[in-house]
């Protein structure tokens, strides 16, 4: 059968509860993973999302980022972090290995801003995640990375090149970094299905009626290696979400996925 997994900012797991069991119930993917619960571990809604079907892996912090893999089937294994000796700061990676495929969930910091030390940070958080995928994993593994991966890769991402060129989201280094983790191996999966539609994620509250205007980015990706790619059957955003009641600023997206040799 069909394998759907699904990536979702939530921005705030407890205000947005709600929200989250809703669109379980309507969609019920096999795999949702959460970034920027904004949550310590011990205050996660486990017992609800049990409740709805769901074993959750999370990997929290106190009132800002984190993430979570919600699963129908128990995970295998689960890593938080990189797991390379150095300091995680903050809550932006976790990992988890379903049906025997790895799903690395990540929260790439945003950035701030080109002139501020934060923009080095998420720079070197991309390096930081390429060193990660060498060390392991290998491009010819079933593995998916998605998220909320805070950069729009091409013009068509943005809801204007020109006003955004040289921004926050849309820098040449940031492109240039992201590029870099993807050569490792990795293949965008709504764009093998929507090569050329103009599909955004992620609207800003500051911007007034930036859904309704549609002025938005496409920061949120689903990306996998070549076995797990060429296994997609579809890839699309839900974009409606953002437009119901206490909305987060991003909207999900999903895929589905088949593979004969998986383990469900």
Not at 2 to 31: C, E, H, M, Y
Not at 55 to 63: L, N
Not at 188 to 211: C, I, N
Not at 213 to 239: E, Y
């Amino acid at each position: 059968m069909p394998w759907k997994i699904a990536t979702f900012n939530v921005n705030g797991i407890r205000s947005r509860l709600q929200v989250v069991l809703s669109w379980l119930d309507q969609n019920r993917p096999d795999i949702l993973c959460l970034q920027e619960i904004k949550c310590q571990d011990a205050e996660f809604p486990f017992d609800a999302l049990r409740e709805a079907g769901y074993e959750a892996s999370v990997c929290g912090q106190k009132s800002f980022h984190g993430v979570a893999i919600l699963s129908v089937r128990k995970p295998e294994a689960v890593k938080r972090g990189f797991g390379d000796g150095g300091v995680d700061v903050e809550a932006r990676l976790i990992a988890a290995k379903i049906d025997g495929i790895w799903i690395v969930n990540t929260y790439v910091p945003m950035g701030t801003s080109p002139d501020h030390p934060a923009f080095r940070v998420k720079l070197e958080f991309f390096a930081r995640l390429k060193k990660y995928f060498n060390r392991e994993f290998t491009p010819s593994d079933p593995l998916i990375w998605l998220g909320d991966i805070n950069v729009a890769p091409d013009e068509i991402d943005v809801f204007s090149p020109k006003r955004m060129e040289g921004k926050i989201g849309f820098h040449p280094l940031e492109k240039t970094a992201l590029a870099d983790v993807v050569s490792w191996g990795f293949v965008d999966l709504f764009r093998k299905h929507h090569p050329d539609v103009r599909q955004f994620t992620f609207w800003d509250y500051r911007l007034p009626q930036s859904f309704e205007r549609d002025l938005g980015w496409r920061l949120d990706h689903i990306r996998a290696t070549r076995p797990v790619a060429q296994a997609s059957i579809d890839c699309r955003v839900d974009a409606d979400l953002r437009g119901r009641p206490t909305p987060s600023d991003h909207s999900p997206v999903w895929a589905t996925i088949y593979l004969a040799n998986s383990k469900q």
